[in-house]
Nanobody
Framework: QVQLVESGGGLVQAGGSLRLSCAAS????????MGWFRQAPGKEREFAAS???????TYYADSVRGRFTISRDNANTVYLQMNSLKPEDTAVYYC????????????????WGQGTQVTVSS
C-alpha cells in the first residue's frame, strides 16, 4: 500500500522560509516522478514542482521558480525548500507520485498525500 506523508507546514512571515518533507513508502519509486502541488482556498489544485526519482531532473512552475527547490534523499523522502515566501504562497501543499516525468496536471499523478498547510502572513 503506497503512502505519502507530508510534514513541515506552518505559519511564517512574508520573506521567510519553510521546508516541506514527503515520506514515501509501499513500493519502489525509482521509476516514478514526485511532485508538489498546492491548493489555495477557493482555487484549483496547481502544480508547483517535480523531480524524477532517478536522475534527479527537476521542473518548476513559473510562480515558484527561483524561490522553491525540490530534492530527494536516498531514503524515499522528497523535500520542497521554500524561500522568499509570499502571502500568495498560502495553500495546502500536497505531495504526489506518478509515472510521467515532469507531469503538471493532477490527473497525471497516481498517489497523493493528505496535505500540509502553509500560511504566509504579510
Amino acid at each position: 500500500q503506497v503512502q505519502l506523508v507530508e510534514s513541515g507546514g506552518g505559519l511564517v512571515q512574508a520573506g521567510g522560509s519553510l521546508r516541506l518533507s514527503c515520506a514515501a513508502s509501499g513500493r519502489t519509486f525509482s521509476d516514478y516522478a514526485m511532485g508538489w502541488f498546492r491548493q489555495a482556498p477557493g482555487k484549483e489544485r496547481e502544480f508547483a514542482a517535480s523531480i524524477k526519482w532517478s536522475g534527479r531532473s527537476t521542473y518548476y512552475a513559473d510562480s515558484v521558480r527561483g524561490r522553491f527547490t525540490i530534492s530527494r534523499d536516498n531514503a524515499n523522502t522528497v523535500y520542497l525548500q521554500m524561500n522568499s515566501l509570499k502571502p500568495e504562497d498560502t495553500a495546502v501543499y500536497y505531495c504526489a507520485a506518478g509515472s510521467q516525468t515532469h507531469a503538471t496536471h493532477v490527473a497525471q499523478y497516481d498517489y497523493w498525500g493528505q496535505g500540509t498547510q502553509v500560511t504566509v502572513s504579510s
